[in-house]
């Protein structure tokens, strides 16, 4: 997945009103977008993470420097 | 009459059966119809029996599964926020456990109950959804009963009652209201297609067991301007049953 649908993706997933970018503050997840993330992740980078493993995310940055740059190709 | 006044609503298997009837019911109660289904000429059909102004049709067959979210897309992009989801659209079929194949079983499930997940996982993304809305499921009383050769029928039915509970508890925070409506057997082109390929005298049975009769697509098209009208907005997660006694007899 390259870093524009990257950011598609997670705007889509997260219902979020703008434009997501590397630098953007998400703010904190709820409990159910937090279960969408699960499955994102698991699905399109094969990383398995808990709930309380990412509850801490709060930016695109913290969810990049999860899965790797290099990852985004 | 509840009134679905300045509401837009979109109903899956429009062009027949219960779909068409609440489709011109809903316009009726002043809403405005998007209407889905296989057969572009039953569905201009059933458009041309709408009253009002607003109303659009959308020729698609719901086993095109990944074409489901561009659909929304467009019917989005085209009639503005959607306030309404009907999913009515059905198959039913006999078929005995022996000769029920994979592919029978999987195009059961992926119209009765796939394409409506589908459908509501776009639909009720915000950018799609009205602050308020409410989504039906045609389910059917033969989720809870049984019918020799309806393994796939009654099994997709129970699947749809079922699952507008969780349904309706991730969407209760949009306030998108989720409920399914189990009718007994109505006078449908799916209820004849059943009694051709029954006995006669199992269709006479199955008449007997109706204690208030046979019911009309009307009957179900009323409950589901109720569970859409405003009138509804405490009322999620439930199916409800109207079967003229049938379950209870």
């Keep these: 997945m390259n870093k524009q649908d990257f950011f598609e993706e997670l705007q889509e997933l997260l219902e979020l009103d703008f434009t997501l970018t590397e630098t953007t503050v998400i703010g904190e997840i709820d409990s159910l977008n937090l279960l969408s993330l699960i499955t994102f992740l698991d699905e399109n980078f094969d990383i398995q993470k808990t709930g309380e493993e990412l509850k801490s995310i709060t930016s695109v940055k913290n969810i990049i420097d999860l899965i790797g740059e290099d990852s985004l190709s | ?249």
């Design chain 2, 1 to 249: 009459m509840f009134s679905l006044k300045e509401k837009t609503i979109v109903v899956t298997g429009a062009s027949s059966g219960i779909g068409k009837c609440t489709s011109i019911a809903i316009s009726k109660a002043g809403g405005r119809v998007v209407l889905i289904g296989r057969n572009e000429d039953r569905l201009i059909e059933t458009f041309n029996k709408l009253e009002g102004i607003g109303h659009s049709y959308y020729t698609f067959d719901l086993l095109n599964f990944s074409e489901i979210k561009s659909l929304v897309s467009r019917i989005v992009t085209e009639n503005g926020k959607i306030d309404g989801l009907v999913n009515s659209a059905g198959v039913e079929s006999t078929v005995p456990l022996k000769v029920l194949s994979y592919k029978n079983l999987e195009e059961t499930f992926k119209i009765n109950v796939f394409s409506g997940i589908e459908l509501t996982k776009h639909f009720s993304n915000k950018k799609n959804f009205s602050s308020k809305g409410s989504i039906i499921f045609l389910s059917s009383v033969m989720g809870s009963l049984g019918e020799k050769g309806k393994i796939a029928y009654c099994g997709s039915k129970a699947a749809v009652k079922n699952m507008i509970k969780p349904l309706a508890l991730e969407l209760a925070d949009k306030n998108i209201r989720v409920n399914s409506i189990s009718p007994g057997l109505v006078m449908t082109e799916m209820t004849d297609k059943l009694f051709a390929s029954i006995s006669e005298q199992s269709s006479q049975d199955i008449i007997n067991k109706h204690p208030l009769g046979i019911g009309t697509p009307n009957d179900v098209a009323s409950l589901c301007i109720y569970l859409l009208s405003n009138s509804s907005r405490w009322v999620t997660g439930t199916d409800i049953i109207i079967d003229g006694g049938y379950s209870i007899s």
